[in-house]
């Protein structure tokens, strides 16, 4: 086992291109162990004022040139898929997953950089005659505050800067004080291949993440995070009319028919729930199956369970880390204890792990109906409640009956049956035979209720980092 040893290595916000020294640190714990092992500077709200003001005198020229934005993102990609053997292990020591999820989720940012560089922004050219000239043009809103959580540090982060930097914005980016190191690891690799204040990172306790709503500066916000914190966001930028876009919880459904095979469901749709360990916004986080199908899933689901291996995220082999924090592992630990006290079958797990660090065994639960805490609310950890159902109006009334709405996802031997039942269900996407497979750079993610506002990634995401203007005169003819 390679344990990182980062207590002797400094980490520095990014502001201006340069490192912004600041009077204190924070500790920065590693969930394998329950350890400190670094040290996080800790940036002041007031520090932030020279923050953006780099951030907007930087905006000047970013927004300008379109051809050069589309260069430096591709060396930007460049630059990011070069590192990842330094940014992965800092992503595993502080967030817990395994090495090679870390190492994915690091290739992933600079294919979105990639894409983001290749996309156009848009300019629609209305009339253009001898009496007149009308355009729609996409122009870059100014600075962007981006606030990310700590499931998802790197990938939640960059489905921001690709494309706030493509439309010619410039951003300041706040990671989780949970796991705020690989944010900061990033910035610095693209000091130099950015320009000097286009990227900023800064890292803190909060409420640095309020002052980077409330900052006169950043003309919109881009969050994401838990649906409580999400409308705390919305309403201070109301007060400055700031944009927001908002990336919230999810409480997701699947629904399995009843001529769902189990043997071939089951592997996916484990995966679907315990990928990251649960802590994925759009995990699988309650199941319908039909009745007929159900026992047989619930059994298959626990044997998935017991199988899998969990282990410090830099062991060989781990498929599951740890939780990433305590809260988190108190919080599961709190539902599963209260679904037993109503009366769930614990069919495997239902306990942490006797180590150190926020260990947590996969578990699936039986005999659970809607009303226990761990049907109702977003788990977000290695917790799966599978529920049987007679009918599939039954099935789609309560995969609705959620105040979330992120993803969902239907599975069925009859594909289009399954199309027509996922047009019932109220969330951003569903998925067919799987669970998140529309989550794609080239196609909008967002969350309907109170799972989100607006919607990232594709042409769609892009837009939402851009104002409307129309530019409107004489004939350009004349
Ligand atoms: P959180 O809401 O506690 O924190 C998210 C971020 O907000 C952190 O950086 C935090 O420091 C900051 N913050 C805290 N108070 C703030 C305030 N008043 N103003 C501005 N920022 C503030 O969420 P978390 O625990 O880090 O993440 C887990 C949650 O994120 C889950 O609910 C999960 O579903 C959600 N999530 C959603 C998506 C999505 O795309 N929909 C993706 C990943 C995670």
Redesign the pocket.
């Known amino acids: 086992m390679t344990l990182l040893d980062l207590s002797s290595t400094q980490f520095f916000a990014t502001a201006d291109g340069r490192d912004l020294a600041t009077d204190a640190t924070f500790d920065v714990i590693n969930p394998s162990t329950g350890h400190v092992f670094a040290q996080a500077p800790a940036v002041t709200p007031e520090q932030l004022d020279g923050v953006f003001a780099a951030a907007q005198r930087a905006y000047r020229d970013w927004k300008r040139d379109d051809a050069l934005r589309r260069t430096v993102l591709l060396a930007a990609a460049a630059a990011v898929e070069g590192a990842v053997g330094e940014l992965a292990p800092i992503l595993v020591a502080e967030q817990g997953k395994p090495l090679a999820d870390a190492r994915g989720e690091i290739f992933a940012a600079g294919a979105w950089l990639r894409y983001f560089a290749e996309l156009d922004v848009p300019r629609e050219i209305i009339r253009d005659d001898a009496e007149r000239f009308e355009e729609v043009y996409r122009r870059p809103l100014g600075v962007v505050s981006a606030?990310?959580?700590?499931?998802?540090p790197i990938t939640?982060a960059m489905w921001k800067i690709a494309p706030a930097l493509r439309a010619g914005n410039t951003i300041v980016v706040?990671?989780?004080?949970?796991t705020p190191l690989t944010t900061l690891a990033l910035a610095r690799v693209l000091r130099g291949v950015l320009p000097d204040g286009v990227l900023s990172v800064v890292t803190g306790p909060?409420?640095?993440?309020?002052a980077?709503?409330s900052h006169p500066i950043p003309r919109k916000v881009s969050?994401?995070?838990?649906?409580?914190?999400?409308k705390?966001?919305a309403v201070?930028a109301a007060e400055d009319l700031k944009r927001v876009t908002l990336?919230?919880?999810?409480n997701d459904p699947a629904i399995i028919l009843r001529d769902a095979d189990v043997e071939s469901v089951a592997a996916s749709l484990f995966w679907s729930a315990f990928g990251n360990n649960g802590q994925?916004?759009?995990a699988v986080k309650r199941v319908y199956a039909h009745e007929d199908v159900q026992p047989a899933l619930v059994e298959a689901l626990g044997e998935l369970a017991r199988s899998a291996r969990v282990d410090d995220g830099m062991v060989e082999g781990a498929q599951l880390g740890p939780l990433n924090n305590k809260p988190?592992f108190e919080r599961i630990k709190g539902l599963v204890s209260d679904a037993v006290d109503g009366g769930a079958r614990v069919v495997s797990g239902g306990h942490a792990i006797d180590r150190p660090g926020y260990f947590y065994a996969p578990t699936i639960l039986d005999n659970v109906d809607d009303s226990f805490r761990v049907v109702r609310e977003?788990q977000?950890g290695p917790v799966l409640p599978v529920m049987a159902f007679r009918d599939e109006d039954e099935a789609i009334e309560r995969a609705n009956n959620s105040e979330y709405g992120?993803t969902a996802s239907v599975w069925s031997a009859d594909a289009a049956h399954a199309a027509a039942i996922a047009s019932e269900i109220d969330s951003g996407q569903v998925s067919i035979n799987g669970h998140g497979g529309g989550v794609k750079m080239h196609l909008p993610?967002g969350?309907h209720k109170w799972?989100?506002l607006g919607v990232?990634n594709g042409p769609w995401g892009l837009a939402s980092f851009t104002e409307i203007q129309v530019i409107s005169g004489p004939s350009r003819l004349r």
């Open positions: 606030i990310t959580p700590w499931n998802f939640l706040k990671p989780s004080p949970y909060d409420p640095l993440g309020a980077l709503v969050f994401t995070g838990s649906t409580p914190v999400g705390r966001v201070a990336e919230l919880g999810g994925i916004c759009l988190q977003e977000f992120l993610f969350g799972s989100g990232e």
